[in-house]
């Protein structure tokens, strides 16, 4: 069975927000679209504690992009975002989450960041999607969202090791780009077996 997973459509990784991936919300209606053409969605969502340790205003000295070194390895700190119960971590306005059948809520744990939407960054803590996908029998995951070379990266990387076919929807997702990130992420995607298609190909 196939699924649609919606990485991280949300305010703060938009133009406009505190963390904005550029032209992030140009993906919308893309992913509305493909929405209309999958009977299983599933939305992802940043949800931080306010000070959490990702964040750079949690760590004297340190300013957003900078990196620091955890128990689980290199953490990039990032501008305080979607933290809970705010505007920011609301999902985009214009994002038809109506068919949605669940949200997974990821780096709600202060001492650990979260990218993957199966793991957190100690590829250990599991978010409880594998579980959630074997249960209804999905194997088969179209991923869209944000950032490609974090979130959405992480997710698919993941996805393929925990045994699911992935698959990334090249027009409907967009990347940060942080020091040649996003060209990296591209290679790590591909050369891990992942299936890079257009949303054409599902939408005709």
């Not at 305080?80 to 744990?109: M, W, Y």
Request: glycine residues 10%; proline residues 3%; contains cysteine.
């Amino acid at each position: 069975m196939n699924a649609l997973l919606v990485v991280d459509i949300q305010n703060d990784f938009c133009p406009g927000g505190a963390l904005a991936v550029p032209e992030g919300d140009e993906i919308v209606p893309v992913v509305n679209k493909l929405i209309a053409h999958f009977d299983v969605i599933i939305q992802t969502q940043d949800w931080h504690p306010s000070g959490h340790h990702s964040f750079a205003s949690s760590h004297s000295g340190k300013q957003p992009y900078d990196t620091i070194e955890l128990k689980y390895g290199t953490q990039v700190l990032w501008p305080n975002h979607c933290v809970q119960g705010t505007k920011g971590a609301e999902f985009h306005p214009n994002l038809n989450s109506d068919k949605s059948q669940v949200i997974i809520r990821k780096g709600f744990r202060k001492e650990i960041d979260s990218y993957s939407t199966f793991f957190e960054n100690d590829q250990e803590t599991t978010t409880g999607l594998t579980g959630y996908l074997k249960q209804r029998g999905i194997t088969n995951l179209y991923t869209v969202g944000l950032a490609t070379d974090f979130c959405v990266k992480w997710s698919i990387l993941d996805g393929i090791d925990e045994g699911f076919t992935m698959h990334i929807v090249k027009d409907a997702v967009r990347g940060i780009d942080l020091n040649g990130s996003l060209d990296s992420a591209w290679n790590e995607i591909e050369s891990k077996g992942a299936t890079i298609i257009t949303s054409e190909d599902i939408t005709g």
